[in-house]
Nanobody, 113 residues
């Protein structure tokens, strides 16, 4: 069955960095666009970054442009989100999403001093 498993979340100080990973299985990963979403307490889930199936094109929410980078390794069935210059407002549960409709369970990112 399709599985998306996120890892790499945690507590980080403002200005710090984290790298989220998402391990995919159960589908033809290299044929599917992937995305990262996030949901903060009391807010709707929002798109953070997306990448095409080949990795040739990416797009980002305005709030993370220049700070976050999405990438993928189709040989390893992995998608990543490198997050730099983190801000308290980046605090949320981050979810991996496959364009085929599947979601991961989420990983908590907390930015606080």
């Amino acid at each position: 069955q399709v599985q998306l498993v996120e890892s790499g979340g945690g507590l980080v100080q403002p200005g710090g960095s984290l790298r989220l990973s998402c391990a995919a299985s159960g589908f033809t990963f290299s044929s599917v666009a992937m995305s990262w979403y996030r949901q903060a307490p009391g807010k709707e889930r929002e798109l953070v970054a997306a990448i095409t199936f080949s990795g040739g094109s990416t797009n980002y929410a305005d709030s993370v442009k220049g700070r976050f980078t999405i990438s993928r390794d189709n040989a390893k069935n992995m998608v990543y989100l490198q997050m730099n210059s983190l801000k308290p407002e980046d605090t949320a549960v981050y979810y991996c999403h496959a364009a085929s409709g599947s979601w991961g369970q989420g990983t908590q990112v907390t930015v606080s001093s």
